[in-house]
């Protein structure tokens, strides 16, 4: 959950998060509990609302002096203040840090700049020294899952599942049965991993993706299966995750939940 404080407001913040979308939301909330037209922020057609991001993942530095170092200085159009949004400013070099950086050094009264990345260190001190940091508390739960000790082997059978051999899909089940390995934290970590594969599946982009690290695996997941095979994983795991918490047979429910 990502919560920017309304009363008092900064001129800059970085909000780290894996979940870009939730990002936009949160600031969109923010625009309009300080005043800006809720049509026209929710359409993200604000005139004093602007967003940065790049297709390729590589910001430019021509982009951020012409669509924030040369704009910066003048007032807002119909707004009390201007909000700029940049994504992802984990992918900004250090020489365009340093563009934006007198920018951020003595900002307007009027401007607001949002940097929404998935590792705030990756930020220039200088840039992180002034700015708000603002963590969103449910990446905690996506970053847990990455120091999984089957991780690869978890991550492989749930995109084979439709080629594994039967025996295959058992044994595996069997070790979640058997307590060798926590059947909640392998539920965990398909629910992100599903969630992600959906997602890119319907916007084709890999912007707004929770597990950053996966993305290469999301992507197989979301190629390897359709939409109605990935929501019937879905409601399989769901079931799982009933089965877990009511003792029922957890080496069958695992075998089933991979019979897709």
């Known amino acids: 959950m990502i919560s920017i404080p309304y009363k008092k407001i900064y001129n800059a913040y970085i909000i780290e998060t894996y979940n870009y979308e939730s990002a936009k939301n949160s600031i969109k909330e923010f625009a309009m509990a300080n005043g800006f037209d809720r049509p026209l922020v929710e359409s993200e057609n604000h005139p004093d609302i602007f967003y940065l991001e790049s297709p390729d993942d590589n910001i430019k530095i021509d982009a951020v002096r012409n669509d924030i170092v040369n704009t910066a200085i003048y007032s807002p159009k ?21 563009a934006l950086l007198k920018t951020l050094e003595e900002p307007p009264a009027y401007d607001i700049f949002f940097l929404v990345t ?21 990446d905690i739960d996506y970053r847990s899952v990455l120091e999984l000790e089957y991780l690869e082997d978890a991550i492989l059978n749930i995109s084979n599942a439709k080629y594994m051999a039967v ?32 997602l890119y599946k319907l916007t084709l982009s890999k912007k707004y ?19 109605k095979v990935l929501g019937k994983m879905i409601d399989g795991l769901n079931y799982l995750a009933d089965a877990n918490r009511n003792n029922v047979n957890k080496k069958i429910a695992l075998f089933n939940f991979l019979e897709v």
Request: hydrophobic share 40%.
């Open 78 to 98: 119909i707004a009390d203040k201007k909000i700029y949004v940049i994504y992802d400013a984990v992918n900004l070099e250090e020489v365009v840090q340093n």
């Open 118 to 138: 998935s590792n705030a260190n990756k930020l220039l001190e200088t840039i992180r020294s002034r700015c708000i940091t603002i963590k969103d508390n449910e």
């Open 167 to 198: 025996s295959d899909k058992m044994s595996f089940a069997e070790k979640f049965a058997s307590k060798e390995y926590k059947l909640k934290d392998l539920i965990k970590l398909y629910r992100y991993l599903l969630r992600d594969a959906l």
């Open 209 to 227: 993706l929770h597990l950053k690290e996966l993305e290469d695996d999301v992507i197989t997941l979301a190629n390897t299966y359709d939409i």
